[in-house]
T-cell receptor, first 112, second 116 residues
């Protein structure tokens, strides 16, 4: 089946640092989504990418999908303590009935 | 308010109990989902309902029984669970078209289940 490899699994950074995480797959995904899950809550959509090579920003967050549609990255600039949480990538292909495939998540910890 | 409400937020039950998790969405979506989230594991899709019809059942044990009476409500009935079933159960909804297109899920806050 389809799989998304998300890395790193966890990050412990200093407040103010920039963060980068990515997802890769051997399969093509038409749509890439990035979610954030705060402790004790459900995942919340951050950014959606609908085209190959699309670059989209949401405040301090920037995400891009690869030209080959097989990867995507998420950058967070100038991290703050409330960025703590688990970040999930998700990919969708039309061939799979529009179902999402989720990565394993990147756990981000920020030291004030 | 995410638009997807799950109750209860926390549930502790014995292995012989029968309980239910409830999910309600106020977004006008036509598809609803149950996911299981265990520690250090990816999100596991359990069930999908599209226009009230179950379209996915990812080999989930029969001790989990979903019910979708209408497009806004989804239940997960629990019976004779095992301790390894302890996890966060997430409900989600989406507007899932009959043709191809982006399918963005909106999640609820989850129901934290502990089986003793």
């Amino acid at each position: 089946g389809q799989q998304l490899n998300q890395s790193p699994q966890s990050m412990f950074i200093q407040e103010g640092e920039d963060v980068s995480m990515n997802c890769t797959s051997s399969s093509i995904f038409n749509t890439w989504l990035w979610y954030k899950q705060d402790p004790g809550e459900g995942p919340v959509l951050l950014i959606a990418l609908y085209k190959a090579g699309e670059l989209t920003s949401n405040g301090r967050l920037t995400a891009q999908s690869g030209i080959t549609r097989k990867d995507s990255f998420l950058n967070i600039s100038a991290s703050i303590p409330s960025d703590v949480g688990i970040y999930f990538c998700a990919g969708q292909t039309h061939n799979a009935g529009n179902m999402l495939t989720f990565g394993g998540g990147t756990r981000l910890m920020v030291k004030p | 308010e995410t638009g997807v409400t799950q109750t209860p937020r926390h549930l502790v039950m014995g292995m012989t109990n029968k309980k239910s998790l409830k999910c309600e969405q106020h977004l006008g979506h036509n598809a609803m989902y149950w996911y299981k989230q265990s520690a250090k594991k990816p999100l596991e899709l359990m069930f999908v309902y599209n226009f009230k019809e179950q379209t996915e059942n990812n080999s989930v044990p029969s001790r989990f029984s979903p019910e979708c009476p209408n497009s806004s409500h989804l239940f997960l009935h629990l019976h004779t669970l095992q301790p390894e079933d302890s996890a966060l159960y997430l409900c989600a909804s989406s507007h899932r078209g009959r043709s191809s297109g982006a399918n963005v899920l909106t999640f609820g806050a989850g129901s934290r289940l502990t089986v003793l």
